[in-house]
């Protein structure tokens, strides 16, 4: 991979000895988001110095690019010039992101230095609630006329293209702000420059509302591969777009938020090492304490047993092979079904089918652990009886935690609860009730 | 959310009345991601007849989008003219996705209608490793010549554009066809006609190695937030691109893997309902087998102590408890580790500082835990040592998960093994072992 790095301690160097002229040389070369990642490095007493020699061209972009810390290290900093000119060169939708993280003085200081139009439609975009399309959109998108010729069109993209995250898709509204079309610059220039926009665009066209959750907006851009999406408000006004850098952001943040509440850890915006001890504590106590009262009802079950395990105490020492068992079978189909729920590929009015697949292999995997584990316990222990209980056990085991793994992220769905929760931590200790509650049933069945 | 839909029993009924005319209006409106979609629900000796109708302007993206159970069956209807027509309108890094899922005699008969230009593309692409950049890009990008000027350029992105997956950044090369900048359609719309290509390239290029890990490639584009990525070779020639929309299909993919790895279902590229319950089960078994033979040690250990639990049966009810607490809170540090990792936000050489957060957290979450069951137990059985034997097991045990689940995946990473496997189903079954230990170690200690 072809990515150019210079390391902090050169930056620093030349910082430290004063040789300002070969530093903006050496951070010519590198990539605006490289030199963001620098300043994190760089102590906060230094940093004001550091971004005052960056190219004035790339400064807003590197500054867009880096750590909220900094970013509220050097704001604070800023001169009302330096701070009116970086919001100014920021697109609109990040510096709503960054905005979105400051403490309310340092907001209120950008607002006041901001443009009126620039805080216009700052304010616009924060109304809209977290998660929501309109809080990720951007407003500074191409618009067209229908009557405009393409040449008339490529004059407009000239003259005002330059301020615009995206100019290759471009929309076309009527004059009450209406979505009529939308026309890609590819369009245009593979065809003669007399034609009409009205006559080149699509009219078919795919577009999102500002309420919109942000996961389904990310989700449509990537099935059908765009690379920004017009965002409308009830009226169908076209309010912003959706560009496809921040639909790979949401993504991916989605992806880590599952990965969280399935295992057990409620989610938290900041990463691993940003993220306070107290807040990891905080993040990860209150379903410690929710699946240890859960997993004390296997207990009172084992308590029932007792005279069971006084009399073969050896079935304890069988009890834990059988209750991972059963988690681990039940947690593979519970994250196959989340999963497959999460990139639509599952959908819940397919539930029996699921069902029926997760039922049928159940009868596989348990008749296979079955086999294989009566045989060696019938080994170990010459105790015909005993291999049987844990053969027809396992067998019962995978198939309840089979169909309550597939069943349950389905029935959250169902109730409008996030199926992640129904992950492997919180099946585990259901299917660890049941485990037991089998396995000393068939044992004193068969047994005593 | 705008997207328009209709029904398969409304096209099954145009198409079983033969009222095709009616048929193509009614998908006419329709995007081709979903006429492809509607193929999968329509009976196995319709489809070609459906094929047959769409618009000609749409029927190769349509038929790029279809699963490849559809392809096959239409390819293997196809007329020869019909095939040609496919493969020549497909983009090469779509046909050579389709190609790679088909049985040997259908790739043959492709290869052969393909024009000798397009087979040649397809094999360089078929040449490369799986995972790897060269398998995903596609070798139809815009090339330039740096003494151009920007009306040369326009002149050849209209003359030969229409075949290129994306128009928007051209890449400049020398007549070794090596890479030498890259310059986008935007830069060239908002500068004047009269500058030379050469001017206005980017010469700081972030590129990819055909050999290069997709996931890798995908990452790169959207970290530097790109919407395609140069592919050269080991001399530093440009072969080919890779795009967003195929990086963010990698992004998905990788999600999804790394969810059915951590939950100890081996990968496995069909969809929940597209995989076989054999195929299921072939890929649930394995892991299966492993993590019930590991679970057979905590078994082993409980056996040295049947004196204990016989003497007091009740620490076998409170075992279930501890085992859980302990499984979940090493699975809550090992998936934040493992997803840290994979989005790049923690680092091999972050090692000790990752241990010393997840010892602090520990202490605090341990502690918690410790004090709310101590008095738990101590209230309902009355019994202070048995409180105090769960207090300090508590601290312990989710002391070792908390460490062994910010040890074993960055280890496992260390040793060139996906961190991955070292999720919850792995670990759990290893903390449960030294879960057991620790409380009857302890127990042993202070109660008998």
């Known amino acids: 991979m072809e990515e150019k790095k210079v390391s902090t301690e050169k930056v620093l160097e030349l910082l430290q000895s004063r040789k300002f002229f070969d530093l903006r040389n050496t951070l010519k070369d590198l990539n605006p988001i490289d030199i963001a990642n620098l300043f994190s490095d760089i102590p906060e007493d230094k940093l004001l110095m550091l971004f005052r020699i960056l190219p004035k061209d790339d400064a807003a972009e590197i500054f867009t690019e880096m750590?909220?810390?900094?970013?509220?290290?050097?704001?604070?900093?800023?001169?009302?010039?330096?701070?009116?000119?970086?919001?100014?060169?920021?697109?609109?939708?990040?510096?709503?992101?960054?905005?979105?993280?400051?403490?309310?003085?340092?907001?209120?200081?950008?607002?006041?230095?901001?443009?009126?139009?620039?805080?216009?439609?700052?304010?616009?975009?924060?109304?809209?609630?977290?998660?929501?399309?309109?809080?990720?959109?951007?407003?500074?998108?191409?618009?067209?006329?229908?009557?405009?010729?393409?040449?008339?069109?490529?004059?407009?993209?000239?003259?005002?293209?330059?301020?615009?995250?995206?100019?290759?898709?471009?929309?076309?509204?009527?004059?009450?702000?209406?979505?009529?079309?939308?026309?890609?610059?590819?369009?245009?220039?593979?065809?003669?420059?007399?034609?009409?926009?009205?006559?080149?665009?699509?009219?078919?066209?795919?577009?999102?509302?500002?309420?919109?959750?942000?996961?389904?907006?990310?989700?449509?851009?990537?099935?059908?591969?765009?690379?920004?999406?017009?965002?409308?408000?009830?009226?169908?006004?076209?309010v912003g777009i959706v560009t496809v850098d921040d639909a790979i952001d949401v993504i991916q943040e989605e992806a880590t938020e599952d990965f969280e509440k399935m295992a057990a850890v409620v989610p938290h915006e900041k990463s691993y090492f940003d993220t306070s001890v107290l807040q990891h504590y905080k993040n990860r106590i209150p379903w410690l304490f929710v699946l240890m009262f859960s997993s004390m009802m296997t207990g009172i079950i084992i308590e029932h047993y007792e005279e069971a395990f006084k009399t073969l105490p050896l079935l304890v020492a069988l009890m834990p092979m059988l209750m991972d068992t059963g988690g681990n079978s039940g947690s593979q189909a519970s994250t196959l079904i989340i999963r497959g729920m999460a990139v639509d590929e599952i959908h819940l009015n397919e539930y029996f089918k699921a069902v029926w697949k997760e039922f049928r292999v159940s009868l596989l995997v348990g008749a296979s652990l079955a086999i294989v584990n009566g045989i060696r316990i019938y080994i170990t222990y010459k105790n015909l009886k005993l291999s049987i209980v844990i053969a027809i056990t396992l067998v019962f085991c995978v198939m309840v935690a089979k169909l309550l793994g597939c069943s349950l992220p389905m029935l959250a769905k169902r109730l409008h609860l996030d199926p992640a929760i129904m992950a492997s931590p919180l099946l585990t200790t259901l299917v660890d009730v049941s485990s037991v509650w089998i396995y000393f049933q068939i044992a004193t069945m068969i047994m005593m």
């Open 67 to 238: 750590d909220t810390d900094d970013q509220e290290l050097l704001i604070k900093g800023f001169t009302d010039k330096e701070l009116k000119d970086v919001i100014e060169e920021m697109y609109i939708d990040d510096a709503v992101d960054m905005i979105e993280e400051m403490p309310a003085n340092v907001v209120s200081r950008i607002l006041r230095h901001a443009d009126p139009e620039t805080r216009k439609q700052i304010n616009e975009i924060l109304k809209y609630p977290d998660d929501s399309a309109g809080s990720i959109m951007t407003t500074e998108y191409m618009s067209l006329k229908e009557d405009m010729s393409i040449q008339d069109a490529f004059d407009r993209i000239r003259k005002t293209g330059d301020e615009k995250e995206d100019i290759y898709t471009c929309y076309v509204i009527n004059a009450n702000r209406k979505l009529q079309g939308i026309v890609t610059v590819r369009d245009m220039l593979l065809s003669s420059n007399e034609r009409t926009i009205g006559e080149l665009m699509e009219t078919n066209i795919i577009s999102a509302n500002t309420t919109d959750d942000q996961e389904a907006v990310a989700k449509t851009l990537a099935k059908y591969d765009l690379t920004a999406i017009p965002i409308v408000d009830n009226d169908k006004r076209l």
